[in-house]
């Protein structure tokens, strides 16, 4: 088991290390240089190469790279070329608003949703297998932002069960779990469908596997063989899917974030490309790479704790 | 038949598919008497699987039992509830299936299932494990106390089949049905699965349905034998009276194919000429009737009825109806 966290890991850092070398370079062919955009049309060439010496864009492309790798193993993202502020203090002010509302989405959403998954799957081909999966379907087919924006209207408008913007008071646990409420709603709907699809599709062919067949021959209750014999093994592919799922709901917390005026990530990114403000834009797309490897990783540390062959895989 | 452990009556078993009406099973008589090997044989898609699958009533949902009755311990199974019926299987009547690669789940221990299976019982967890230490170590299982914590993957097939062998006799059944356990297996594993089973057999004294299509191995090991063919049971009898004298003549063509029965050298392997009938529009006379060497007009039109050659020996065969009025 350790060896297969300690490979693991490894790979998930040589991914990381990976994607922010292309993400470093992407970032550079985007038209626009910094130093001009940051001093306004009147600058002088004097002042704009002084700027560009001081940011380090002068040097050859691959020598940036490995300073900023340098950086970023001190924790040091770059400044923020308009407050002077440290990046990587911004990112991480946003960062908890971003993850609070990516894990309560998902937290919700795998748990209706494997749940339907099993109820559909045990109840194969009638009624209310029927209608969950049209409700799933149609919870997919939904868009994050248009649920949002329906949700804002209804039940923070309309109704003022919830409120419609911000984060809530910092400190304040219940304020901040009922302002998450409906942004969480929004993003974790299409997650609930897709969830309760892939649940049913494995459950129904681990249903169908002999050692089910067994189970049921030494007269095994019917709930142990669904929920505890096979469910562990049908939840495998989901947690892979939830894993890269992470990546989804990134970009679909930028919409909820938008939408009810919350702080986070996405919001950063909008709002920092739409100034070319790009210590900050690579600060946070770096954060969520991060994020997204991290959870994919930690996806299949899940697996292979629920799965023995996985864990001793050589 | 008090001294039967399980009764199948005129049982037929049909199968609702998109095709029409598929009848797996027709009017089958097979009885199991207390403490006997009963050894089944037939080819595939004869209906074995259907038959085991009815008699512990775990049939696919579009299978329909049309007619018959199963008695099993002097009970109707038919007539029990759903839960009672579960409280009978692992313990009255348990199963070992024919692919050990699949019998036990992956991802749990072989202690968790083999105690999971106890849930019935009224024992503490300790009591539980001492009685799967106890079932390995008499199915030959070495160092078995550790090998609980291990999971099946880390098995062999022959180990795997041994420990469901070890799980379907750890409440001492009384009937045990095995679907080919050893047609998955190696020669020599076989053979030391047969021994095993014998033994056990002698010392729990439940009766055993052995399915195989290995006449050898049925011909070691049971007492009785039930020839299938096309979804109808054509003969039953002591091994004895079937291998030396078969009255149907399936079963006696199916003994002549039986490569342990060739003594001459040859390229040509027999086979029965023909194939099995269409069971969705099966022929009104005898399943055999295309096939069987001695064929009369009456086998086109008329079923056959099951008929007592001597005692304890039956065939469904107009030849044997005619030959014991004789």
Not at chain 2, 58 to 87: Q, W
Not at chain 2, 239 to 266: M, N, W
């Amino acid at each position: 088991m350790l060896t297969f966290i300690t490979k693991r890991i490894g790979l998930a850092l040589a991914i990381a290390a990976l994607s922010v070398t292309l993400l470093f370079i992407i970032i550079h062919l985007i038209p626009g240089d910094p130093a001009r955009t940051m001093l306004g049309p009147k600058a002088t060439p004097e002042l704009i190469a002084e700027i560009q010496a001081r940011m380090g864009l002068d040097k050859t492309l691959p020598h940036q790279i490995l300073i900023f790798f340098g950086n970023m193993l001190q924790g040091d993202l770059g400044m923020d070329i308009f407050s002077n502020r440290p990046v990587a203090t911004i990112v991480f002010e946003q960062l908890p608003h971003t993850l609070a509302l990516i894990f309560s989405a998902i937290a919700w959403s795998a748990t209706l949703g494997i749940f339907l998954g099993c109820f559909s799957a045990v109840r194969r081909n009638s009624l209310a297998d029927r209608l969950t999966g049209i409700l799933a379907v149609s919870f997919i087919a939904a868009p994050a932002f248009v649920i949002a924006l329906y949700s804002l209207l209804l039940f923070a408008v309309e109704l003022k069960w919830f409120p419609a913007i911000g984060a809530g008071t910092p400190g304040d646990i219940g304020d901040i779990i009922w302002h998450l409420v409906l942004p969480s709603f929004a993003i974790g709907l299409s997650w609930v469908g897709y969830i309760a699809r892939l649940v049913r599709a494995s459950m129904l062919e681990i249903l169908g596997e002999g050692h089910v067949r067994t189970a049921r021959a030494f007269g095994l209750p019917e709930k142990w063989i669904t929920y505890r014999y096979a469910l562990k093994l049908a939840i495998l592919p989901t947690v892979t899917v939830i894993g890269v799922g992470m990546g989804f709901l990134l970009s679909a917390a930028v919409f909820a974030e938008i939408v009810f005026s919350r702080p986070g990530l996405g919001k950063l990114v909008i709002d920092s490309i739409s100034t070319r403000n790009y210590p900050v834009v690579m600060g946070s797309v770096l954060v969520s790479t991060i994020l997204f490897v991290a959870s994919t990783t930690l996806s299949d540390i899940v697996n292979a704790i629920l799965d023995p062959r996985i864990r001793q895989a050589k | 038949m008090g001294t039967d452990i399980l009764t199948i009556r005129d049982m037929s078993i049909h199968y609702d598919t998109p095709r029409g009406t598929l009848k797996a099973l027709r009017h089958v008589n097979v009885n199991v008497p207390k403490g006997k090997i009963i050894g089944v044989v037939g080819e595939s898609g004869c209906g074995k699987s259907t038959l085991i699958s009815s008699i512990i009533r775990l049939l696919a949902p579009n299978a329909d039992m049309a007619s018959g009755s199963i008695t099993f311990d002097g009970k109707e199974l038919y007539d029990l509830s759903e839960d009672e019926m579960r409280g009978l299987r692992g313990t009255d009547i348990s199963m070992v299936f024919q692919d050990p690669m699949q019998t036990h789940n992956p991802v749990l221990t072989i202690g968790r299932q083999m105690t999971d299976i106890q849930y019935r019982d009224d024992k503490t967890a300790e009591q539980k494990k001492a009685r799967a230490v106890e079932m390995l170590t008499q199915v030959g299982i070495p160092d078995p106390e550790a090998r609980l914590e291990q999971y099946p993957h880390e098995f062999s097939g022959g180990m795997r089949q041994r420990i469901a062998i070890a799980m379907a006799l750890m409440a001492r059944p009384k009937l045990l049905i095995a679907d080919e356990p050893t047609t998955a297996l190696d020669a020599t594993l076989e053979v030391q699965i047969i021994k095993r089973l014998e033994e056990l057999q002698a010392d729990i004294g439940c009766s055993i349905l052995f399915i195989s299509h290995h006449l050898g191995v049925i011909a070691e090991l049971c007492d009785e034998v039930v020839v299938m063919y096309a979804g109808e049971v054509v003969e039953q009898g002591s091994v004895r009276e079937v291998f030396h004298s078969p009255q149907h003549p399936y079963t006696k063509a199916l003994l002549e194919c039986d490569p342990g029965h060739i003594k001459k050298k040859t390229r040509n392997l027999p086979t029965i000429p023909g194939e099995i009938p269409n069971l969705v529009d099966v022929p009104p006379g005898c399943a055999f009737a295309a096939r069987c060497p001695r064929v009369f007009d009456e086998c086109h039109t008329k079923r056959p009825a099951w008929t007592q050659i001597k005692d304890g020996q039956h065939a469904l065969c107009h030849l044997a109806a005619k030959e014991s009025v004789q």
